[in-house]
Nanobody, 126 residues
């Protein structure tokens, strides 16, 4: 199995930036399709970003609410997935989760991902 551990969350002001990290262990994350999700109090877990296709030649996909502000990336040598968050807004406040699946048929739905980290809190003040 693969274990995922998010870090990098914290408090930011509106317009600020944070970079989240998702460190994999047990397996190389290059063997998985990876994504980021978030969940605010009282709301369903929602899609943020994912890397589609194979490790080589894979493309990225973003939720409309974060497109142009967030960037998903990975560094194989560090076995780590990243989410660079710029121009943060109060509505970005949530617990952010890293997710992984071996299925090539993963989508933006959280139910298509089998492995999850514990989450990291992001709070954006106005």
């Amino acid at each position: 199995q693969v274990q995922l551990a998010e870090s990098g969350g914290g408090l930011a002001q509106a317009g600020g930036s944070l970079r989240l990290s998702c460190a994999g262990s047990g397996q190389r994350i290059s063997n998985f399709y990876m994504g980021w999700f978030r969940q605010a109090p009282g709301k369903e877990r929602e899609f943020v970003a994912r890397i589609t296709g194979s490790w080589d030649g894979g493309s990225t996909e973003y939720a409309e609410s974060v497109k142009g502000r967030f960037t998903i990336s990975r560094v194989a040598a560090k076995n780590t997935l990243y989410l660079q968050m710029n121009s943060l807004q109060p509505e970005d406040t949530a617990v952010y989760y890293c997710a992984a699946t071996r299925s090539a048929f993963a989508t933006t739905a959280a139910t298509t991902y089998a492995y999850w980290g514990q989450g990291t809190q992001v709070t954006v003040s106005s």
